[in-house]
Structures are given as C-alpha cells and as structure tokens.
C-alpha cells in the first residue's frame, strides 16, 4: 500500500506541478493495486474477514460452523486450484511471446500471472490451516491452538 500511494503522489506531484506527467505510473499502479488484493485475500482468509452468509452462519452451533467453513474451504481450494492452472497457462505464454501491457509504457505481464500463483498458494496453505483446525474442534470439541489471552493489565497501562 504504501508503494501504491508513492507512484501515485509521484504522478500527481510530476502531472500538476511540473506538468511532466510520467508514462509508467499508471500501469504500475494497476499492477500493485493488483497484488494488493490478490494477496489481500490471504490476510483476509487468515483473519477470517472472508464473506459468511451471517443469517445462516450467525444461527448455528460452533461445530455446524465448522462444518460450513469446510465446505466453503473445499469450495474455495478448487477455485484456487483453477486459478493456478489458468495463471500457470498464461504466465507460460506471457514469457515465452513477450506479452505486454497495452500502452505507452509496455511493461511485461508476466509477473502478474506468478503474482496470481503466489496469491492463490498462500490462500490454499491458509485455507488448509483453517480446515486442519476446524476438523480437529469437530472431533475434539476444542480448539488446536488456544486463542493468545490479551494482558488487560498491558492495556490500562497504554
């Protein structure tokens, strides 16, 4: 994020003030805002701020939420397993004709494609992180990794 906001005040300051605007920043731009939400997903997954449909989700027991991120999880891996193929396909391509963005600038493709591979492998090894933990409390009915406790005394302190 903060190399995004970088080219981006970059370009404004060269477009405005010197009124020498750059051919680049644009498609930079483009490609990090890209990264950022591919491999936002990741993060995302981890923290467990993905989608839930919460009237169903909301109603149920702990282990029946399990179940559901089970699911989701199987369904989600397969997404990504697609995706890894299809990105695999077109980074091959990318790198052996050269493709390259459209516009003045004409920067390579190809590390974009081994972004989506990157992305998409973060999000399965997190997806089966999820799933080992979330089996294990279905069997055992209790956590695999006890949740860190939070010093309060710590927090008054600050």
């Not at 050269?98 to 492998?121: E, G």
Request: hydrophobic share 50%.
């Amino acid at each position: 994020m903060p190399c995004l906001a970088l080219v981006i005040a970059y370009e404004v300051c060269s477009r405005y003030v010197f009124n020498q605007p750059t051919i680049w920043a644009y498609d930079t731009s483009l490609f990090f805002s890209a990264y950022l939400a591919a491999l936002g997903g990741a993060y995302a997954y981890q923290k467990n701020a993905h989608i839930n449909v919460d009237i169903l989700y909301l109603a149920v027991s702990n282990k029946t939420k399990r179940v559901f991120n089970i699911l989701t999880g199987v369904l989600a891996a397969f997404f990504m397993l697609i995706l890894i193929l299809m990105a695999r396909e077109k980074f091959a391509e990318a790198v052996k004709f050269d493709y390259r963005k459209m516009s003045n600038w004409a920067p390579p493709t190809h590390h974009f494609w081994m972004m989506l591979i990157v992305a998409a492998v973060l999000i399965i090894l997190q997806i089966s992180s999820n799933m080992m933990k979330d089996i294990f409390y279905i069997f055992t009915g209790q956590d695999l990794l006890p949740e860190p406790e939070i010093d309060t005394e710590q927090e008054d302190d600050q």
